[in-house]
């Protein structure tokens, strides 16, 4: 079985698949994926090219930096995912091909990317936009940021509408727990 986790930005998708993780499911996640594509030669070449040496710090891509250029617009988010989207959903796929396993998958653009279609079943972690943006605050994120990047991804509420199960976060990890459970229960 596999199961997709997904929400927007912040919303705690990592440590909900870190629970799920916990009760014996593989672990794949795209964002890790995506910090190794960003580690290839070819695929680093095409991003200083694009966004200029300004994304690099000692010589490695500093996704901060990328992140910054490329959600400035919607132009800039089409290179971005161009050069990296093929290579990471490549690799998810190869990763998820054994269909005895059972897998958590953690892609934030799952939507976007349709990747839905290879999950048996879709989490979509929600929380309110007040936590969201404090919690992007203390990961060092500006408010501008935090604008951006919610532009360029399907907005929470259709998140939840195109997914099985909604996991609302509200920051206490107690009640995250309880949620996992009762979705795994069901399934």
């Known amino acids: 079985m596999i199961i997709g986790i ?14 799920i993780k916990e009760k014996g499911y593989k672990h794949i996640d795209a964002d890790a994926i995506g910090h190794e594509v ?3 030669p070819l695929i680093k070449e095409r991003l200083v090219k694009t966004f200029g040496d300004g994304i690099l710090e000692d010589g490695f891509i500093d996704r901060k930096k990328l992140g910054r250029r490329a959600f400035k617009s919607q132009s ?32 934030p653009l799952l939507f976007e990317t349709n990747l839905q279609n290879i999950c048996d079943k879709v989490i979509t972690v929600t929380l309110t936009p007040a936590l969201q943006e ?6 060092g994120w500006e408010q501008e940021d935090l604008d951006n990047i919610n532009k ?4 929470q509420e259709k ?25 795994l229960q069901s399934l």
């Open 6 to 19: 997904t929400g927007i930005f912040q919303s705690g998708k990592s440590t909900v698949a870190q629970l």
């Open 38 to 40: 960003l580690d290839e």
């Open 76 to 107: 800039s988010l089409q290179q971005l995912n161009t050069i990296v989207h093929p290579k990471i959903l490549e690799t998810i796929r190869q990763r998820t091909q054994d269909k005895e396993e059972n897998i958590v998958l953690d892609a």
């Open 134 to 139: 404090a919690r992007a605050k203390d990961n």
């Open 152 to 155: 360029t991804q399907l907005p």
């Open 159 to 183: 998140k939840e509408e195109l997914a099985d199960f909604t996991i609302q976060n509200n920051g206490e990890n107690e009640d995250l727990k309880l949620q996992v459970e009762v979705i």
